[in-house]
């Protein structure tokens, strides 16, 4: 890396994305690229975690650390690597059939937890890699080829499951938009706890959306209390394709709830370790302090 100012290209590995012409996942990796030049990020400091799928080959692009995991596992591996190392800037990237089926468990207990990572998905709404099968986040009747007649399950609303795992950002971008996505991922990666952003990324061989998307999308509405989860429930639940923040919350992640646990404890003497714990326990409640 230069000591200037960092570029986007600077963040671009040798390695050269395999992605079909037109596909959405270049948009959401060229707003990753300029996310992380304006944020001015040390590619040794950081490290982005994928599983498997089209959109999980990312971490090979770019110029960091990266860890291609099994299917559907970037979350804990994710988790792990950001409580190991704190100092760490972790990104967590896949599509909507890695990230909302196989590992669809892992997603609550991140966004309870508030670990401090960012999870980006590329949400195309069919599995590109396997060509073409329904997803997750697949519509009603869509036919694909294992459902010839049509789907016939109900799709996942990703940002109303988000907010119901209480996830403390939660927003919505679109890789045709690349410079409203790059606020969104500078704005996700700056939050302090675990972000989460659904890209749309549409599949231009096995389900092209582009175009019908395009006309679709607006922008959250100027008003809108991102604080205020009621709103942002109402705005997951309207449908539509809304870009913008839906919700945001600020509150201690696990990281900093751990460093407070460390610092309650001055000796490694396990009772005392626990006096301290009860202590730091009675004060959060508003009881009376052990002695």
């Given at each position: 890396m230069s000591v200037e100012t960092p570029k986007p290209k600077d963040y671009k590995s040798d390695l050269k994305p395999i992605w079909c012409p037109g596909c959405g996942d270049f948009g959401v990796l060229a707003s990753l690229y300029r996310a992380f030049a304006e944020l001015e990020l040390d590619p040794a400091k950081t490290v982005i975690v994928s599983g498997i799928g089209c959109s999980s080959r990312l971490?090979?692009?770019?110029?960091?650390?990266?860890?291609?995991?099994?299917?559907?596992?970037?979350?804990?591996?994710?988790?792990?690597?950001?409580?190991?190392?704190?100092?760490?800037?972790?990104?967590?990237?896949?599509?909507?059939?890695?990230?909302?089926?196989?590992?669809?468990?892992?997603?609550?207990?991140?966004?309870?937890?508030?670990?401090?990572?960012?999870?980006?998905?590329?949400?195309?709404?069919?599995?590109?890699?396997?060509?073409?099968?329904?997803?997750?986040?697949?519509?009603?009747?869509?036919?694909?080829?294992?459902?010839?007649?049509?789907?016939?399950?109900?799709?996942?609303?990703?940002?109303?499951?988000?907010?119901?795992?209480?996830?403390?950002?939660?927003?919505?971008?679109?890789?045709?938009?690349?410079?409203?996505?790059?606020?969104?991922?500078?704005?996700?990666?700056?939050?302090?706890?675990?972000?989460?952003?659904?890209?749309?990324?549409?599949?231009?061989?096995?389900?092209?959306?582009?175009?019908?998307?395009?006309?679709?999308?607006?922008?959250?509405?100027p008003d809108h209390d991102v604080a205020d989860r009621t709103q942002a429930f109402d705005l997951a639940l309207r449908g539509g394709f809304s870009l913008g923040v839906v919700y945001r919350e600020r509150r201690p992640t696990l990281n900093e709830r751990y460093a407070q646990l460390l610092g309650a404890a001055k000796t490694s003497d396990v009772d005392a370790m626990l006096d301290a714990f009860t202590a730091r326990e009675g004060v959060a409640m508003g009881g009376p302090a052990a002695s």
């Open positions: 971490p090979g692009f770019v110029k960091t650390y990266g860890f291609h995991t099994l299917h559907g596992r970037p979350l804990p591996v994710a988790m792990g690597v950001k409580l190991a190392n704190p100092e760490l800037t972790v990104i967590a990237v896949g599509g909507d059939g890695d990230g909302f089926a196989i590992g669809i468990g892992h997603f609550p207990h991140a966004a309870r937890r508030n670990i401090d990572i960012t999870y980006l998905v590329m949400d195309n709404e069919i599995y590109g890699l396997t060509k073409g099968q329904v997803s997750p986040t697949s519509a009603v009747d869509h036919k694909a080829p294992t459902t010839p007649w049509g789907n016939l399950e109900t799709p996942i609303n990703t940002l109303a499951f988000a907010v119901a795992c209480s996830a403390s950002f939660v927003a919505r971008g679109a890789s045709f938009n690349t410079k409203a996505l790059t606020e969104l991922i500078v704005q996700g990666v700056e939050h302090p706890g675990f972000s989460f952003i659904d890209a749309l990324s549409p599949c231009v061989v096995f389900h092209n959306t582009q175009d019908e998307w395009k006309n679709l999308v607006t922008d959250v509405a």
